[in-house]
């Protein structure tokens, strides 16, 4: 009988370990998921693919129309702000190339194409979590 209790709190103790940690988890994905969105609103784009964190997809890039670009989500976290305020961040690393050839960014340039960037996206960017809306925003 002491067996079938210790068993049984055990199990109820990890069920309650991994609901907490769900809603974090489900909130990065959420981030992962507004950062393909947010590249996928990018005017510039056709075609979007996604295998898990690798995006694919074809876009003008210096005078080729149908360039083959990829981009890899690294990390995705979400900061509380340093002020208190209720309003998270949210950073997404990720690594880019355009046909095979990486681009790495330079010093603070991030060497993307200015629709991206204009679209709030980069190697490394952020957005702000907006309770109201339950939505993050990149601008």
Do not use: Y
């Not at 507004?34 to 693919?49: D, E, H, K, M």
């Not at 074809?58 to 979400?78: E, G, M, N, Y």
């Amino acid at each position: 009988m002491r067996e079938k209790l210790l068993v049984a709190c055990v199990t109820a103790s990890a069920l309650i370990a991994c609901r907490a940690a769900a809603p974090e988890q489900r909130r990065e994905q959420q981030l992962k998921d507004s950062f393909v969105q947010q590249i996928a609103s990018t005017g510039i784009v056709r075609n979007l693919q996604r295998d898990g964190d690798t995006l694919s997809f074809l876009a003008r890039h210096a005078d080729q129309l149908d360039a083959k670009w990829r981009v890899h989500i690294d990390s995705a976290t979400i900061e509380p702000q340093a002020d208190g305020t209720t309003q998270d961040k949210g950073v997404v690393k990720s690594s880019w190339s355009v046909n095979d050839e990486p681009i790495r960014p330079r010093g603070s340039q991030s060497d993307l194409p200015l629709p991206f960037l204009d679209n709030g996206v980069a190697q490394e960017c952020w957005a702000f979590w907006d309770s109201r809306s339950h939505q993050w925003s990149w601008k």
